[in-house]
């Protein structure tokens, strides 16, 4: 057996060399933390590109350590193939091993802290163009607003689509779809689909018919002339999700665990469904909270496997939480005007309006989940906290890796 141990005496390493895994001290002295070999060699990246440069399945299956050289911050291993590893204390404490507790019974619902808007009591959250567009500091306020409000107003934007493109592209690239990219459009069924219209919209949730919806939407009104209307709604799904959880879990467990298919086939030219069924509701395969909600009753298709019993399991559940989002204390009412952009996350806000007259000229686009999550998590922790706890898969929320 090795022992070695640091300037604050802590015992780093005391293993038999020939028959166990790596170890490593932990922070509180408690347990020792044990990696496989061959994970231990081969789960280590090139320095600038970030990947994974060791040939995996070339690594013997029975390969083993041959000398251990504990330091200050590192432990240097030596293999019984002649070539070495160094590894710091923090890697491999952020890397242990866990077991996931997955306890059986209770909720399948469960949310992530979030706050709930409720208008008359709080404050719209409201970033200025200006200062986004000077610094990074007020991105993430912004970006901050967005993941725990589930919306933000961006006051002062020039009425212009250029500047309105470019505060979109602080967070990142836009989305093209098949409206293309970056829109600039009027009610007048260019693409045929309800937005392009002036009737009333429910609220409802963008791209279901995609196998990856849009995180983020911002809307720009420009111009509305010669008429009135087109009020903007927004309705917080993650808490009307929750109410129904409390209300009728049954029912939140059918929108959990049905799925439906989706398509966007107005234009002759289109018919867009996603790789897969989805449900209303979405857990997250690790964290076991909802993260994502798909709520378009304009864009859902006909269901085909599915038996009566189970029909009016999931219609009743559906009718309990259409009528949950159609709560007075639950809708969200703004009037846009130019100048002022509205962005919201697409996983979580249900959006609409009402009937308008007139002509409305609008402006906006679509940012994909990943890239809006990769600012959002640089920007609060930092790029040396994001890579250091990559495939982590605790709930802390020191961990970068929680904010999904």
Same mark, same amino acid.
């Given at each position: ?136 500091? #007020?991105? !993430? ?8 409000? /589930?919306?933000?107003? %961006?006051?002062?934007? $020039?009425? +212009? ?92 467990? #059918?929108? !959990? ?8 086939? /107005?234009?002759?030219? %289109?018919?867009?469904? $996603?790789? +897969? ?104 922790? /930092?790029?040396?906290? %994001?890579?250091?706890?990559?495939? +982590? ?12």
């Amino acid at each position: 057996a090795s022992r070695g141990y640091n300037q604050s005496g802590r015992c780093l390493t005391e293993m038999n060399l020939n028959l166990l895994p790596l170890l490593v001290p932990t922070a509180k002295m408690k347990k020792v933390n044990l990696f496989d070999y061959a994970w231990a060699l081969q789960d280590a990246g090139a320095l600038y590109t970030k990947q994974r440069i060791s040939d995996t399945f070339s690594i013997p299956r029975k390969v083993a350590i041959t000398e251990l050289a504990p330091r200050e911050n590192t432990v240097k291993v030596t293999w019984s193939d002649r070539h070495s590893s160094l590894y710091s204390y923090s890697w491999l404490g952020v890397h242990t091993h866990k077991k996931i507790n997955r306890r059986p019974g209770g909720s399948p619902l469960r949310l992530r802290p979030f706050r709930f808007f409720k208008q008359g009591r709080d404050e719209l959250p409201t970033v200025s163009y200006e200062e986004v567009m000077d610094g990074d500091f #007020a991105v !993430l306020e912004w970006l901050e607003n967005i993941y725990q409000w /589930g919306f933000c107003f %961006v006051k002062g934007v $020039p009425v +212009d689509p250029h500047a309105t493109e470019e505060l979109l592209e602080r967070i990142s690239f836009i989305r093209n779809t098949h409206y293309g990219g970056f829109w600039d459009f009027t009610s007048d069924l260019t693409f045929k689909d309800t937005a392009y219209t002036s009737e009333f919209l429910g609220a409802h949730t963008d791209n279901t018919y995609f196998t990856d919806p849009a995180r983020l939407q911002l809307f720009h009104l420009l111009s509305h002339t010669d008429g009135d209307g087109g009020t903007n709604l927004l309705v917080d799904g993650f808490q009307a999700a929750s109410i129904l959880n409390e209300e009728n879990p049954g029912a939140a467990k #059918a929108l !959990l665990s049905v799925k439906h298919p989706f398509h966007a086939s /107005g234009n002759d030219d %289109v018919c867009i469904q $996603p790789a +897969d069924h989805f449900p209303v509701f979405r857990n997250h395969g690790y964290l076991r909270e909802l993260y994502q909600i798909r709520w378009n009753n304009y864009d859902r298709a006909p269901k085909r496997d599915w038996w009566v019993d189970e029909q009016q399991r999931w219609y009743d559940a559906a009718r309990h939480f259409d009528q949950i989002i159609r709560r007075p204390e639950m809708e969200v009412w703004t009037q846009l005007q130019p100048g002022t952009a509205l962005i919201f996350d697409n996983w979580r806000m249900l959006h609409g309006r009402s009937q308008f007259t007139g002509k409305r000229r609008m402006c906006g686009g679509y940012i994909n989940n990943d890239d809006f999550i990769s600012r959002y998590r640089l920007l609060k922790f /930092g790029r040396e906290a %994001v890579l250091r706890h990559i495939g +982590d898969t605790t709930r802390h929320f020191t961990n970068p890796s929680r904010f999904i």
